[in-house]
């Protein structure tokens, strides 16, 4: 039970980037055309809420599920590994339109090419941990 | 309840993706996509090799059943909660996306050129879906996050290294789309 409350918000999670297209190739070819406001909409319009629910949490000091104050852990300082990583990154997003959740997602639609981007996106996370302590950060 | 059935608009989606950060939140966890990719390397005994992946994988169970709930939750929208339309695409972006050699764009969420099976089983199809993967779960751990950890969940928490790292998103974007892909394609 304790797990099962988290099905349900993938279950949500996917509904939801599925009818806003944000899981579509088009729907990110054209964001990097700049060609649309929908997928800036649809990351404005989440930021601006989460920022003010953020806000209010810390303002109000409001408590998990489990009774705990809501932690929201910074990220680390950095600059190389964010550039570097952000920009490697992007480049898959754009050349296979998809980031970790919208792979699964889209496997769920039906399309089962992409367990071979899955499979690959493993392999790529492995290699990093592998490479972690060569690469600049 | 025609609404539901067609695509939603921005307005609602955003929202709606906030939400999903908030009560992941709520539940003590973090809206991080990508941590996935680590636990199944530590289930996988990825361990092995070094120690970025020794941790206790099963208390990250939470985020693979978050993913297969993304999976039935795909499978949901398109089959109970669609209506068929396309994908109401800049004309712009269908006649650049024509030249390139794309010619249904917006009539699916994905172009067959790219995803069908046709495409996979030649070796510059595979190739393409084989780069595209391993260049998103490298990038996203050299980064430390992805689209949800990073341009949702970090610049709502207002942090800097989240708005350097969507930078290099679109850096990375780009360059695909404006340089690379006219290649490809």
């Given amino acids: ?26 729907r990110i070819f054209e964001m990097f055309k700049f060609q649309s406001f929908h997928m800036y909409g649809i990351i404005g319009s989440a930021v601006f809420l989460g920022v003010l629910l953020f806000w209010l949490i810390k303002k109000l000091n409001l408590k998990s599920i489990d009774g705990d104050a809501i932690h929201l852990p910074p990220k680390d300082r950095g600059f190389v590994s964010y550039i570097l990583g952000g920009s490697i990154f992007g480049l898959g997003w754009a050349l296979g339109g998809a980031c970790p959740g919208p792979m699964y997602i889209l496997l769920g639609t039906g399309v089962f090419s992409m367990l071979i981007v899955i499979v690959a996106a493993v392999l790529g996370t492995f290699t990093y941990g592998v490479l972690k302590d060569k690469l600049p950060h | 309840m025609d609404f539901l059935l067609q695509p939603w608009p921005w307005y609602v989606s955003g929202p709606l993706i906030a939400f999903v950060m908030l009560i992941l939140v709520y539940f003590g966890k973090t809206f991080g996509m990508s941590s996935n990719l680590t636990t199944l390397c530590s289930i996988g005994g990825a361990g092995k090799y070094t120690d970025f992946f020794r941790f206790d994988w099963k208390a990250h169970r939470w985020n693979l059943i978050v993913v297969l709930g993304a999976i039935v939750g795909g499978f949901i929208a398109v089959t109970f909660l669609s209506d068929g339309s396309s994908i109401a695409l800049n004309p712009e972006t269908v006649s650049d996306l024509r030249e390139l050699g794309f010619c249904e764009a917006g009539e699916s969420l994905l172009p067959p050129e790219i995803f069908d099976w046709g495409s996979i089983f030649s070796l510059k199809g595979l190739a393409i879906l084989i780069v595209a993967g391993f260049l998103v779960g490298f990038g996203t751990r050299y980064a430390n996050g992805c689209t949800s950890g990073h341009a949702i969940t970090g610049l709502s928490n207002l942090q800097l290294p989240s708005l350097i790292a969507v930078v290099g998103f679109f850096i990375g974007g780009l360059i695909m789309i404006h340089v690379l892909l006219p290649l490809i394609f």
């Fill in chain 1, 1 to 26: 039970m304790k797990l099962l409350k988290f099905f349900f918000v993938g279950i949500f999670f996917g509904i939801v980037l599925v009818k806003s297209e944000v899981v579509s190739w088009y």
